[in-house]
């Protein structure tokens, strides 16, 4: 498969040109062969690459590439990154707010569904569903354990009891002050210094499951695709981070 059929592919999948991001999403670094074997993976970075080159991967696809869409100056970190894809011949693909809102191949739909969430709904890049029953905060963080079982599952609890549930992966924990009177409960992968005081303010419990952790769905998703429908060899490569 040529690097520009994969990313055409992938396009019709998630299309990117309804997003205003914060990078390119789709081919960030062209490479020089045809694409048989892609590594999958959440973030770009000088370890990802070298793991990619030793598996032999024709193409890197990821949700966190290169961020910024003008590079006039390329040097220290983000230099050797790029020096050593361009060596390597790789193609690197990364789609970033299109994968957290996809449905349903995306972060935020891929934890709705494992939470068991019904009568689903779009917000932002996120999604609102509620459970089948209400539960107590208790039972719920236990659950949230379950499937991030590698996290330390963070909570600011505001109510006795969660049903209606907003679901937004990654940094978006601002995304809270819009919410008031929405949900009961809201899950992020992160949380930041104002939210605490305003989670009680708004009377809705804040969970944060990490930002790797919660962004990881969607690129096992997308390489599971590409598996069946193209039978190319996709392997995932965890890099786990505990932020």
């Given at each position: 498969?040529k690097?520009?059929?994969?990313e055409k592919f992938?396009?019709?999948v998630l299309?990117?040109?309804?997003?205003?991001d914060?990078c390119h999403?789709?081919i960030q670094?062209?490479?020089?062969?045809?694409?048989?074997?892609?590594?999958?993976g959440v973030?770009f970075?000088?370890?990802f690459?070298?793991?990619?080159?030793?598996?032999?991967?024709?193409?890197i696809?990821?949700?966190?590439?290169?961020?910024?869409?003008?590079f006039?100056r390329?040097?220290?970190h983000?230099?050797?990154?790029?020096?050593?894809v361009?060596?390597?011949?790789?193609?690197?693909?990364?789609y970033?707010l299109?994968l957290d809102?996809?449905?349903?191949y995306g972060?935020?739909?891929?934890i709705?569904?494992?939470?068991?969430?019904?009568?689903?709904?779009?917000?932002?890049?996120?999604v609102?569903?509620?459970?089948?029953?209400?539960?107590s905060?208790?039972?719920?963080?236990?659950v949230?354990?379950?499937?991030?079982?590698?996290q330390?599952?963070g909570?600011?609890r505001?109510t006795?009891?969660?049903?209606?549930?907003?679901i937004?992966?990654?940094?978006?924990?601002?995304?809270?002050?819009?919410?008031?009177?929405?949900?009961?409960t809201f899950?992020?992968g992160?949380?930041?210094?104002?939210?605490r005081?305003l989670s009680?303010?708004i009377g809705i419990n804040?969970?944060?499951v990490?930002h790797y952790?919660?962004?990881?769905?969607?690129?096992?998703?997308l390489?599971?695709l590409l598996?069946?429908?193209?039978?190319?060899?996709?392997?995932f490569?965890?890099?786990y981070?505990e932020?």
């Amino acid at each position: 498969m040529k690097p520009i059929e994969l990313e055409k592919f992938l396009n019709s999948v998630l299309e990117p040109e309804k997003f205003d991001d914060y990078c390119h999403n789709g081919i960030q670094i062209e490479g020089d062969r045809d694409i048989k074997r892609i590594v999958t993976g959440v973030s770009f970075n000088e370890a990802f690459v070298e793991k990619a080159v030793l598996g032999r991967a024709d193409a890197i696809l990821v949700h966190h590439g290169i961020f910024g869409k003008d590079f006039f100056r390329l040097s220290g970190h983000l230099r050797r990154r790029v020096d050593k894809v361009l060596r390597s011949g790789i193609t690197l693909l990364a789609y970033h707010l299109p994968l957290d809102s996809n449905i349903p191949y995306g972060n935020n739909y891929a934890i709705s569904e494992r939470l068991g969430l019904q009568d689903l709904e779009r917000f932002d890049v996120g999604v609102i569903g509620k459970l089948s029953k209400e539960t107590s905060v208790n039972e719920f963080r236990k659950v949230l354990s379950l499937l991030f079982p590698d996290q330390d599952i963070g909570c600011y609890r505001n109510t006795d009891l969660i049903r209606r549930i907003c679901i937004i992966s990654g940094g978006s924990s601002m995304s809270l002050s819009k919410l008031e009177g929405v949900v009961d409960t809201f899950i992020s992968g992160e949380v930041r210094e104002p939210i605490r005081e305003l989670s009680r303010e708004i009377g809705i419990n804040f969970f944060w499951v990490g930002h790797y952790a919660s962004e990881r769905f969607g690129v096992m998703n997308l390489g599971q695709l590409l598996k069946d429908k193209f039978s190319l060899e996709v392997e995932f490569i965890e890099l786990y981070n505990e932020v």
